[in-house]
């Protein structure tokens, strides 16, 4: 049952956390002024992404979930991630609870970049601006529905209490885009430091699809789904949501299959 699935996952996910790539964990602080009587600590870590820091400012930066940022005009939903997509250097961004996860360009320099998002964050606290314009929300890729099925409500539930806060410790995040039935391929988005990581793929692989493999049967893969082109951004400026994203990608890989068989009958004949 879904209960010995949950207890059995934990054995695979300290297994997998061996087998992820070692990496260096120094941590900085600085302290400012945040106004007359405050004082604001911003911690940063290192990532295994080389181009990405988390940056930990002590107060809550989402109610819950999580949002990725890749370029100003996503960042319209977001004061501060519109301040710092004004940083020279600054290529994306990814917010959670507790923290945020900034990647830069590979030609800026950490020296010249962090100082700038420190007084971006100290700022940003110090006016007490919302971090989300009103009525925006943050994305529920592993909300449970009435219409999941029982493998996908199970593949949500291993990413959401497993895998989420393993891979969110690192900086990044990795999440459900969609399930193809048919083929047994679970599609998950790689987001903040897993996005462009050297080591990202180990861990897709040697972590994350093992353990699906492992516990669930149907599944047979894990497959990160690759940014939408530009073109489809600018058709529609809201993007595409990860239910018709997912669909998408589901549609393209039917439609490849369908060619293939197509031809393969030809060939019999």
Sequence with gaps: GVCHHRKA???????????????PRPTSMIMASAGAMRRLFIQT?????????????????????TLEFNSFRDAQASPLARR?????GVKSMFFT?????????????????????????????????????????????????????????????LIETRVRPSVQEDGGDIAFVGYDEDKGIVLVKLQGSCAGCPSSSITLKSGIENMMMHYIPEVTSVEAVEEEAEEDS?????????????????????????AKSAWESLGEQ
């Excluded at 710092?84 to 020279?88: E, G, R, V």
């Design 9 to 23: 996952v934990t054995m695979l996910l300290a297994a997998a956390a061996v087998r992820r790539v070692a990496r």
């Design 45 to 65: 870590e290192n990532t295994p992404n080389p181009e990405s820091l988390k940056f930990i400012p002590g107060k809550q930066v989402l109610e819950s979930g």
């Design 84 to 88: 710092l997509f004004q940083i020279d």
């Design 97 to 157: 609870k507790d923290f945020i996860t900034i990647t830069k360009d590979v030609n800026a320099p950490w020296s010249v970049v962090k100082p700038h998002v420190f007084e971006s964050i100290m700022d940003f606290y110090a006016e007490g601006e919302p971090i989300l314009d009103p009525g925006h929300t943050t994305g529920q890729d592993t909300l449970i529905t009435d219409d999941d099925s029982e493998v996908v409500a199970m593949i949500k539930e």
């Design 234 to 258: 600018e058709m529609d400026p809201a993007g595409p949501t990860p239910v018709a994203a997912s669909k998408a990608e589901l549609d393209k890989r039917k439609e490849a299959d369908a």
